[in-house]
């Protein structure tokens, strides 16, 4: 089945760091691919997504490049804020069994990041 | 435009009892799915809806099950809760559940089987 391999952390970095967490993903089919952001103790926002092979994706600082060739999906950005800490998860679309127009979400195990000042 | 909210936040139960969970989805939106998360599993689906109709199911055992309503509300229920139920269940809406859509969380509903 599809499934997302993701670098698991614990990620540490100080404040204007680079970060990058690794994601690559099994799938048949053209997969829409996310990244989603878990801060403590709430549910998950999406930060990003590329719909087909070559899109980036972007938002506040973060970048995704959908690379077909490689299967990933890497999550970058060039500057960390303490206000970055969470828990990110990358997803892809699945139809699953099912093989209809409907879609899951099949995530990665999740990279705990932690940003100091 | 209000977010997905979900009833309770917080839950206690013991084993063998059973639980209701209810989710709103983000007015407009028809499809709703419902995901476990727990530390050693992580994130995984549970079951889809769309128009009251359960079109896609995960991996777990019938003890989980869930209803969608006419005004695309759901609600999942766990019956014989086993300590290995506790976790936080999250819902997710989007506008039909296709392949290019943005599934919206809610902030997920914790629960304890003790």
């Known amino acids: 089945g599809n499934s997302v391999t993701q670098m698991e952390g614990p990620v540490t970095l100080s404040e204007e760091a680079f970060l990058t967490i690794n994601c690559t993903y099994t799938?048949?089919?053209?997969?829409?691919l996310f990244w989603y952001v878990q801060y403590p103790g709430e549910g998950l926002q999406l930060l990003l997504k590329?719909?087909?092979?070559?899109d980036k994706g972007s938002n506040k600082g973060f970048e995704a490049t959908y690379r077909k060739e490689t299967t990933s999906f890497h999550l970058e950005k060039g500057s960390v804020q303490v206000s970055d800490s969470a828990v990110y998860f990358c997803?892809?679309?699945?139809?699953?069994?099912?093989?209809?127009?409907?879609?899951?979400?099949?995530f990665g195990k999740g990279t705990l990041l932690t940003v100091n000042p | 435009k209000a977010g997905v909210t979900q009833t309770p936040r917080y839950l206690i139960k013991t084993r063998g009892q059973q639980v209701t969970l209810s989710c709103s989805p983000i007015?407009?939106?028809?499809?709703v799915s419902w995901y476990q998360q727990t530390p050693g599993q992580g994130l995984q689906f549970l079951f889809e809806?769309?128009?009251?109709?359960?079109?896609n199911k995960g991996n777990f055992p019938g003890r989980f099950s869930g209803r969608q309503f006419s005004n695309s509300r759901s609600e999942m229920n766990v019956s014989t809760l086993e300590l290995g139920d506790s976790a936080l269940y999250l819902c997710?809406?989007?506008?039909?559940?296709?392949?290019?859509?943005?599934?919206?969380f809610g902030p997920g509903t914790r629960l304890l089987v003790l």
């Open positions: 997710a809406s989007s506008l039909s559940g296709g392949r290019k859509e943005t599934q919206y």
């Open positions: 799938a048949t089919g053209y997969p829409s």
């Open positions: 590329a719909t087909k092979a070559d």
């Open positions: 997803a892809l679309s699945d139809p699953g069994d099912s093989g209809g127009s409907n879609y899951k979400l099949t």
């Open positions: 007015s407009g939106h028809r499809s």
């Open positions: 809806y769309f128009s009251e109709t359960q079109r």
